[in-house]
Nanobody
Framework: QVQLVESGGGLVQPGGSLRLSCAAS????????MGWYRQAPGKERELVAT???????NYADSVKGRFTISRDNAKNTVYLQMNSLKPEDTAVYYC??????????????????WGQGTLVTVSS
């Protein structure tokens, strides 16, 4: 089965940096868009950044100028470089991907995938 595996979360001081990675692996899966969402305790999951297969990007206003999303299409991997981190960035960060999976019975099927999440804590 196709799965998303995130890495790079951890504890960092305000003003510090972290780099998150997310790789899609498993059965044949042609990735379209990838992105990062986050969810803090007691709050709804919110968009952080997305990137299309053509590398068009979109960012939440709260992270513009501080975060950079990128991808390696050959590796089906998306990255999130987070600089100038603030305590309000503390959340579980989830990787997202959508695309087409080739199956023996139905052929190509549209799929949406979510990673398990990686915790980012910004605190002094």
């Amino acid at each position: 089965q196709v799965q998303l595996v995130e890495s790079g979360g951890g504890l960092v001081q305000p003003g510090g940096s972290l780099r998150l990675s997310c790789a899609a692996s498993g059965s044949i899966f042609s990735i379209n868009s990838m992105g990062w969402y986050r969810q803090a305790p007691g709050k709804e999951r919110e968009l952080v950044a997305t990137i299309t297969i053509g590398r068009s990007t979109n960012y939440a206003d709260s992270v513009k100028g501080r975060f950079t999303i990128s991808r390696d299409n050959a590796k089906n991997t998306v990255y999130l470089q987070m600089n100038s981190l603030k305590p309000e960035d503390t959340a579980v960060y989830y990787c997202y991907a959508d695309g087409t999976q080739l199956t023996p019975q139905y052929g190509y099927r549209y799929r949406e995938l979510w990673g398990q999440g990686t915790l980012v804590t910004v605190s002094s």
